[in-house]
């Protein structure tokens, strides 16, 4: 098994870490699409808000059975924690492993892992969260199927977000 992480923007050369605005309807901050040949356990993820949301929202991390059109990951922001792995086998794409979607697609089926519920009061000025599981309880997602963090919020916030996992 390999371990490899990614963030929801390219990979940081001479800026920093993308940051993106949430919005006020649902959107996908990260998606992995899993390939046909290989399914993934999630290891850790977590996010960043830079700000109070103003009004609650959540943040959730999400199988889903469909797509939402994203910005296209490439093969380097798509991190192995060992530089001596190989590429990661998630299917790139508008379609498949990117970041910052446009259009959230119809889905039909979904499998919940997290949830966090962020109140509008929360924090004085960013929210951190992490979480890691334990290695009994880590979640498998199927293979052609994607992960999503997606976030809900009544007002705009930028967040930055990431995912870890086997393959």
Excluded at 40 to 47: M, P, Y
Aim: aromatic share 8%.
């Amino acid at each position: 098994m390999h371990r490899y992480k990614t963030f929801n923007g390219p990979m940081p050369t001479t800026a920093a870490q993308q940051k993106v605005t949430t919005g006020t309807a649902i959107k996908t901050l990260l998606q992995l699409a899993t390939p046909s040949t290989r399914q993934i356990q999630l290891i850790s993820w977590g996010f960043t808000l830079d700000g109070v949301p103003g009004s609650a929202g959540q943040v959730e991390l999400i199988q889903t059975d469909v797509a939402a059109t994203v910005t296209a990951h490439v093969a380097a922001g798509v991190q192995p924690l060992d530089p001596n792995s190989p590429p990661s086998l998630l299917t790139l794409g508008t379609t498949g492993t990117g970041y910052t979607a446009t259009a959230e697609g119809t889905v039909a089926a979904t499998r919940t892992f997290d949830v966090n519920l962020v109140p509008s009061t929360a924090g004085s000025t960013d929210i951190n969260y992490v979480y890691q599981w334990m290695p009994d309880e880590r979640p498998i997602i199927a293979v052609s199927r994607f992960l999503r963090v997606r976030c809900t919020f009544g007002a705009a916030v930028n967040a930055t977000c990431f995912v870890v996992w086997d393959e």
